[in-house]
């Protein structure tokens, strides 16, 4: 593949709800282009971008995926993208680098969730959209259904530039609003005719009405108009292509990837309304600690970003890029900051699904793919060591669904620490913890789905198995009342023995004021030297758990008086007499369990309200308020019970068809009701055993 110029690059990502079909019209892209010789099918498992294990097992992709071709001496870099919510960073990562994001809707089940979300995503971004109505061939097909939604759900901005002949098994072509001109399609090959007679009136109107949309935006040829002097084709699509660009008009065509009808005439307008690589003329980067902006030239120093790093078993690390400026050669080392080390790009690729052909050279605005970069991970910027400046990062959502993992062998143990590492290279979005208090490794992820993908890939690509559980509640323990106890060790077994006493007053503090230690001797009933240890040991023991074995939070301990023996007390002695007079208090002092407490922003559309709100009181959450926002969505905040949501994210998206999100994070601890001590002590007994 030759080396393209940039006005020459068109970044296309392919988004939209999973299944409407944008895999198969990336591989339609391919076949058409010659990339390919023959269609693959999803359902075959024999596609260009869906080529790890996991997408064949379930039919979709999982992961983005470059596709580029070469078309009317242009190359068009397609990102093929997932389309279930749980993938959804990739489709954060693809737009980062688009230029364009065509949506890919089907005709039979129009505007989905996962079309909507990632309408978002790209309108949050400033990406420009365009819109491919796909599966016009299927039964239950309708193209002015499926144009009415996008059309209320996103604006007026929305137009078609083409209309379909037929539908359904009938279908055959598209009219071409611009040249008033017809594509018939038999046996994949397009021949242009003059628009069907049964179209023709339509055809005009809708005509009529694009142009009208279009040169409102553009003063002189809005003026030629209302003379009478109506723009020729070119001039239409040279002022749409600035509309597209600014992100304001949405252009809308049609066909049916499987056909592959209409597919070329995608590729044709992608060239000629899509916006190329030098529309980004600037870029906000950090250099210094500073931010400052910065020209985007195409004879400047060499700048690239990766965007989405794959872990390969065999290569090693796969490091995909994007020339944000300048140009990159082979055998050229660049500078990380972030890592402060320089990486030398060995072999510079253009990736075509998971196979790779070498190229010299990149320029400014295309994306290629390096292996075996040592510190570099997605999100990274590499540029001239005497220039280090950082491109802004890619947007990371946040995970919400997490698992316990722990190694099934010694042997996985060894291994799991560096797979987790290599995995989150991979996938940015996954999310380690190990949580002291419940002495758990938890894995987080964006769902069921996802984490279970996850755990595929830690045993097919890095040979380390793992066994699952559900993730523990950090529940702590307290007193409610004051209490005192004798805290007597003593140990007799010849030589040196071990004495110490220790008298303790146990009362609750505030919640949240933690542990205060309140040294209350007189007269040397401790030695000085002593004291620190019986604070060590109550220290020991509240971390270790009080009766219910959660760990003690929010007490004063006093010690007041105490016994010592000239030779036989030591440290370890007074140690073990504060950690005994310690637990025997707590047992007088109404030892209460108390449970942490989220709060959560569920946003939803405004007709979900009403369940998720009673869903939540459901689970002892107290509702705080609800805010509107864009789309006719609805914010709702409440303080929830963290036991009551630990698998929100699959509950949420089954009570809203996937159409709600939400984002959590501790509040507060508050004492737990009584009657539901007993379950959570059970169940933490349980688990220990």
């Not at 089940?109 to 420009?128: Q, Y």
């Not at 007074?574 to 005994?580: D, E, H, I, V």
């Not at 939400?662 to 002590?681: G, M, R």
């Amino acid at each position: 593949m030759k080396v393209y110029p940039p006005e020459k690059i068109r970044n296309v990502a392919l988004v939209g709800h999973g299944g409407a079909g944008k895999t198969t019209l990336a591989e339609a892209l391919l076949y058409r282009a010659g990339t390919v010789s023959r269609l693959g099918r999803v359902e075959d498992g024999n596609t260009v971008t869906d080529f790890d294990p996991e997408e064949h097992e379930r039919g979709h992709s999982v992961s983005l995926a470059l596709a580029p071709i070469e078309w009317k001496d242009h190359k068009i870099n397609v990102i093929d993208t997932p389309g279930y919510t749980d993938f959804v960073a990739d489709v954060y990562a693809a737009l980062h680098v688009a230029d364009l994001a065509v949506f890919v809707v089907s005709a039979v089940d129009g505007v989905e969730v996962g079309t909507e979300r990632a309408w978002r995503i790209a309108e949050d971004l400033g990406v420009p959209r365009m819109v491919f109505i796909n599966k016009l061939d299927k039964e239950e097909a309708s193209f002015d259904r499926t144009l009415e939604a996008l059309q209320e759900r996103f604006g007026a901005g929305v137009a078609p530039i083409e209309l379909p002949i037929g539908e359904r098994e009938s279908f055959r072509g598209v009219a071409d609003l611009f040249t008033d001109k017809a594509y018939v399609y038999d046996s994949g090959s397009a021949q242009e005719v003059d628009i069907p007679a049964e179209l023709e009136e339509r055809e005009h109107e809708v005509h009529d009405a694009l142009v009208e949309g279009i040169v409102v935006a553009d003063d002189d040829l809005l003026e030629r108009y209302l003379e009478g002097d109506i723009p020729d084709a070119k001039e239409l699509e040279q002022t749409m292509a600035k509309g597209v660009a600014e992100a304001s008009v949405f252009p809308v065509v049609c066909g049916s990837a499987t056909g592959p009808i209409a597919v070329d005439r995608l590729a044709d307008f992608i060239n000629e309304i899509g916006p190329s690589p030098l529309r980004r003329e600037k870029l906000l980067v950090t250099a210094g600690g500073n931010e400052v902006e910065i020209d985007l030239k195409t004879d400047g120093d060499p700048l690239i970003q990766v965007f989405k790093t794959i872990a390969d078993p065999y290569v090693g690390q796969i490091s995909l890029f994007r020339v944000l400026s300048g140009s990159v050669k082979t055998e050229q080392t660049l500078h990380n900051k972030r890592s402060n080390n320089d990486e030398k790009l060995s072999k510079i690729a253009v990736m075509v699904g998971k196979e790779s052909e070498l190229v010299d050279s990149l320029a400014m605005g295309d994306i290629g793919a390096v292996a075996k970069l040592n510190e570099t991970g997605t999100g990274d910027t590499l540029t001239v060591k005497s220039q280090p400046i950082v491109a802004p990062p890619l947007t990371v959502p946040i995970p919400v669904l997490g698992t316990a993992i722990k190694a099934r062998t010694q042997a996985d143990t060894d291994k799991l620490a560096n797979a987790l590492r290599r995995i989150q290279q991979e996938d940015p979005v996954l999310l380690v913890e190990r949580n002291a208090e419940t002495r758990q490794t938890v894995l987080k992820g964006m769902g069921e789905t996802h984490l279970t993908i996850t755990l595929q890939r830690l045993s097919r690509k890095f040979g380390v198995e793992v066994d699952t559980e559900p993730v523990r509640v950090p529940y702590r323990e307290t007193v409610s009342r004051r209490a005192e106890a004798e805290g007597k060790y003593k140990k007799q077994s010849g030589g040196h023995g071990q004495f110490g006493v220790a008298m303790l007053k146990v009362e609750p503090t505030l919640r949240g004021e933690g542990f205060e230690f309140v040294d209350e001797i007189k007269g040397g009933s401790i030695p000085r030297q002593f004291i620190p240890a019986v604070e060590q040991g109550i220290r020991e023991t509240m971390e270790d758990g009080g009766i219910h074995g959660f760990p003690v939070v929010d007490v004063r301990v006093r010690c007041y008086d105490g016994k010592y023996h000239s030779v036989d007390s030591s440290e370890m002695s007074f140690k073990m007499a504060g950690r005994l007079g310690f637990k025997a208090a707590m047992e007088s002092a109404g030892p209460i369990l108390l449970e942490p407490i989220s709060k959560i922003s569920v946003s939803v559309p405004s007709n979900y309200q009403g369940d998720v709100m009673g869903d939540l009181s459901s689970r002892r959450g107290q509702v705080q308020g609800t805010e509107a926002s864009s789309g006719g969505r609805q914010t709702i905040t409440a303080l929830v019970p963290t036991s009551e949501i630990m698998t929100y994210a699959v509950d949420l998206r089954s009570l809203t068809q996937g159409w709600g999100t939400f984002l959590t994070e501790h509040d507060h601890y508050q004492e737990l009701p009584s009657h539901l001590t007993d379950k959570v002590v059970a169940e933490a007994k349980e688990d220990d055993d």
